[in-house]
């Protein structure tokens, strides 16, 4: 495979889709961007299906929970949140420095134009994935929000739809500026999940 860096800004998941390489394949072992880059390309259309899954599971679970009592979940979404938190916290840890030496290194023009190493090596390239993957288990916030009958505001479900998305194609892509995107996202999440 080509140096990811010298790769142009166009989408180019490098492997073959009828290849079979699965979450295990990525998550055991040591970190191989050919790898990720298999599955990424079809985790990326499988992003969309869950995406309109997400969204009819919304309107459906509302509609089932309008004549029903809300749920008492207070405890597990104190789990739930400290889940999120926590991975927020330990993902910024390990990929802020990155961003920092890159910048001392690059300046501010070079974090959102060069890759660098940032998805080839071990750490910034696994908890970048890892990132991306905690997406889909975030979509379920809102599942809390119908189970408890609590309003589902528009900016709160197309955040989130948006965010999975957007976060599965750029890393796909394996886009310079992600690094930003990731690391503010990221320390939000770490307070916001408290």
Not at 97 to 124: I, K, M
Not at 180 to 187: E, K, Q, R, T, V
């Amino acid at each position: 495979m080509e140096n990811p860096s010298a790769l142009p800004v166009t989408f180019h998941c490098v492997a073959d889709m009828s290849s079979s390489v699965g979450l295990a394949d990525v998550l055991l072992g040591s970190w191989n961007l050919d790898k990720t880059d298999a599955f990424m390309s079809h985790w990326v259309p499988t992003s969309y299906k869950i995406t309109v899954a997400y969204l009819v599971l919304i309107y459906l679970g509302q509609k089932f929970m309008r004549n029903k009592k809300p749920f008492e979940l207070d405890g597990t979404l104190a789990v739930w949140n400290f889940t999120f938190s926590l991975f927020s916290g330990v993902a910024a840890y390990k990929l802020l420095p990155e961003l920092f030496r890159t910048f001392q290194t690059d300046g501010f023009v070079g974090t959102y134009c060069n890759n660098n190493d940032y998805y080839t090596d071990a750490s910034t390239g696994f908890w970048g994935w890892a990132f991306v993957m905690s997406k889909a288990p975030e979509l379920g916030d809102t599942i809390f929000l119908v189970l408890r009958k609590k309003p589902v505001i528009f900016m709160h479900w197309y955040h989130h739809a948006l965010t999975f998305v957007y976060a599965t194609i750029t890393y796909s892509e394996h886009q310079a500026w992600v690094r930003w995107s990731l690391a503010l996202n990221l320390a939000v999440h770490t307070i916001m999940y408290l």
